[in-house]
């Protein structure tokens, strides 16, 4: 997505060559209209994917599921990082481990909210070494429904994530694939 990637070369910041910084469109001030036409761009990819839910995590998820949901005309999920007071005992529940934090995180997902006849989209913020897209995929599976895609704002394909759900079998479709941070400069797959 070419104005994603503009936009991610005039206001994104190289802290090193792990972490790119993109707080003033995505992660903390949101871009709406970028938003917008990023829900677009992964709602024309899935279109033909039968999709009836889209699943992310909270927080720098949901602002991309919520466009790509209404897009979709689809109801939009977030896991929870944290239980709730509401939630019930009985939720669905895994761990995810951050390579970035070295925190281990259990996630959460009320039982119901995800049936065994849905055709789930998995979209993230960002996708370094996958473990949040398949902390999100295990929750599915527990629900018996069906992951039929995953969908990510921004992967840095020089990290793990990309290669594990492309084995794993998942069909990912990538917004900005980065292939390199080194030099305080982002370099771009394609
Ligand atoms: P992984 O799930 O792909 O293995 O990623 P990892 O554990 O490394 O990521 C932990 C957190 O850091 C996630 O956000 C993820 O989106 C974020 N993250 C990873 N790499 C980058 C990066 O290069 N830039 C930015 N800005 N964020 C990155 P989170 O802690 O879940 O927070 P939230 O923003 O969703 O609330
Ligand atoms: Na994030
Ligand atoms: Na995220």
Do not use: C, W
């Not at 206001?11 to 790119?20: A, P, Q, R, Y």
């Not at 469109?25 to 024309?44: E, S, V």
């Not at 929870?80 to 939720?91: A, F, G, Q, V």
């Not at 998995?122 to 995929?137: H, K, Q, S």
Request: charged share 25%; hydrophobic share 45%.
């Amino acid at each position: 997505m070419d104005e994603l990637k503009e936009r991610i070369r005039k206001d994104g910041t190289v802290i090193n060559s792990e972490i790119l910084k993109v707080d003033r469109f995505l992660n903390h001030q949101i871009d709406p209209q970028l938003m917008k036409k990023i829900g677009k761009a992964f709602a024309k990819h899935f279109q033909n994917a039968g999709i009836t839910k889209v699943l992310t995590i909270e927080s720098s998820g949901i602002a991309p599921a919520l466009m790509t949901g209404l897009e979709m005309n689809v109801p939009v999920l977030f896991a929870r990082k944290k239980k709730s007071l509401t939630i019930n005992e009985d939720s669905l529940t895994t761990d995810v481990y951050s390579f970035t934090k070295k925190v281990h995180n259990t996630i959460f997902l009320e039982k119901d909210t995800i049936i065994k006849e849905d055709h789930v989209l998995i979209i993230d913020d960002f996708l370094a070494n996958g473990e949040a897209a398949l902390g999100l995929t295990r929750l599915v599976d527990l629900a018996g429904a069906a992951v039929s895609g995953i969908g990510i704002v921004i992967e840095k394909s020089f990290q793990q994530g990309r290669g594990r759900l492309d084995r794993a079998g998942y069909a990912v479709y990538s917004l900005a694939r980065i292939a390199s941070l080194n030099d305080h400069h982002v370099q771009f797959l394609d």
